[in-house]
T-cell receptor, first 114, second 116 residues
Framework: EAQVTQNPRYLITVTGKKLTVTCSQN?????MSWYRQDPGLGLRQIYY???????DKGDVPEGYKVSRKEKRNFPLILESPSPNQTSLYFC?????????????FGEGSRLTVL | AQTVTQSQPEMSVQEAETVTLSCTYDTSENNYYLFWYKQPPSRQMILVIR??????QNATENRFSVNFQKAAKSFSLKISDSQLGDTAMYFC?????????????FGEGTQLTVNP
């Protein structure tokens, strides 16, 4: 089954404690990205990747890091989480010209930073 | 930078009726894609419909169709014969063909409730 898997689905942590949200896709997609969803703001792109070892900032990259060492995996790293990073996070992958095919999303990770 | 605006935070419709969700966007580009995504209470994001800007014909997918007005930069979604399962948050999104990398800009979302 084609899918994007992200973990954990739910996480409560404290300010400053490093955490990683994993994302894996099994569709051999070149493009992967991370979004955060906040009420009234829709989804905003954090980082994106066009292929292995090729990543770039999206619209709200501050406080986040990513890596793309393998095509299937695209982890999101919060080195020192702060309360303003409390949000719902989505990983997505796609193919197609310019990465503008259908986005396949993970099920979301609800993060709370105390 | 592109912006996408959904001016209706909430809408409701009776089952079997038709509803239209509005979306406007701002861009100076000529080649781009527009999308509507649906997020039901399960919070899973699902593609509803996709429109390529160079195509004049409006995209349709079963009960879902769009009214794409390129000059007006408007991309509304019409849902016909609304069903209870259509209850969801709907997001309009813009994707630039000229900026590579799967960079989508989403609107704020419209919460649609279908009433029995």
């Amino acid at each position: 089954e084609a899918q994007v898997t992200q973990n954990p689905r739910y996480l409560i942590t404290v300010t400053g404690k490093k955490l990683t949200v994993t994302c894996s896709q099994n569709m051999n997609h070149e493009y992967m990205s991370w979004y955060r969803q906040d009420p009234g703001l829709g989804l905003r792109q954090i980082y994106y990747s066009m292929n292995v070892e090729v990543t770039d900032k999206g619209d709200v990259p501050e406080g986040y890091k990513v890596s793309r060492k393998e095509k299937r995996n695209f982890p999101l790293i919060l080195e020192s989480p702060s309360p303003n990073q409390t949000s719902l996070y989505f990983c997505a992958s796609t193919s197609g010209v310019r990465g503008l095919g259908e986005l396949f999303f993970g099920e979301g990770s609800r993060l709370t930073v105390l | 930078a592109q912006t996408v605006t959904q001016s209706q935070p909430e809408m409701s419709v009776q089952e079997a009726e038709t509803v239209t969700l509005s979306c406007t966007y701002d861009t100076s580009e000529n080649n781009y894609y527009l999308f509507w995504y649906k997020q039901p209470p399960s919070r899973q994001m699902i593609l509803v419909i996709r429109q390529e800007a160079y195509k004049q014909q409006n995209a349709t997918e079963n009960r879902f169709s769009v009214n794409f007005q390129k000059a007006a930069k408007s991309f509304s979604l019409k849902i016909s014969d609304s069903q209870l399962g259509d209850t969801a948050m709907y997001f309009c999104a813009f994707g630039s063909y000229e900026t590579s990398g799967s960079r989508l800009t989403f609107g704020e979302g419209t919460q649609l409730t279908v009433n029995p």
